[in-house]
């Protein structure tokens, strides 16, 4: 007989208003979702190939405005019959005009030129420390070994 209050007991439980609220509620579950990010942006056109000097290890490219492309990043050009390569910006600039060491690919002039903007993260910037940062070397029980 004492089993059957301790059973009617637990099978309340459910429907006791304190315990009624651990299931998440559907305005809740999207709270609890992960945010989600952003579509990556599509690639810009900066320009096209100006020229490409006899030994094809870089090209100038023509820009279309001002140039914004930072020093190390990554374009790509698109020519006709579905050629493309890859080009590493150089940073070296006059005027209009731009330099980019060739990584892969073919290149003609004319082939168009793209940059997609990748934010760098701030967590990721490294410093380069100064010699007055960095700890001495105590110099006075030096072990030489010979």
């Not at 006899?54 to 405005?65: E, H, M, N, P, T």
């Amino acid at each position: 007989m004492k089993s059957i209050p301790a059973i009617l007991l637990i099978a309340s439980i459910p429907f006791c208003p304190c315990c009624a609220d651990l299931k998440p509620k559907k305005a809740d579950a999207k709270k609890e979702e992960t945010p989600k990010a952003k579509p990556p942006e599509a690639p810009k056109l900066v320009g096209k190939i100006a020229s490409i000097p006899a030994d094809k290890r870089f090209v100038l490219i023509q820009s279309y405005g001002k140039w914004e492309v930072d020093t190390g990043s990554i374009l790509t050009t698109r020519g006709t019959d579905d050629r493309s390569a890859n080009l590493l910006a150089t940073g070296e600039s006059l005027g209009e005009f731009a330099a980019a060491d060739i990584q892969s690919g073919k290149v003609e002039v004319g082939d168009a030129v793209y940059s997609r903007h990748l934010p760098k993260p701030a967590s990721l910037s490294i410093t380069p420390e100064s010699s007055e940062n960095q700890p001495k070397a105590d110099s006075g029980n030096v072990q030489k070994n010979n």
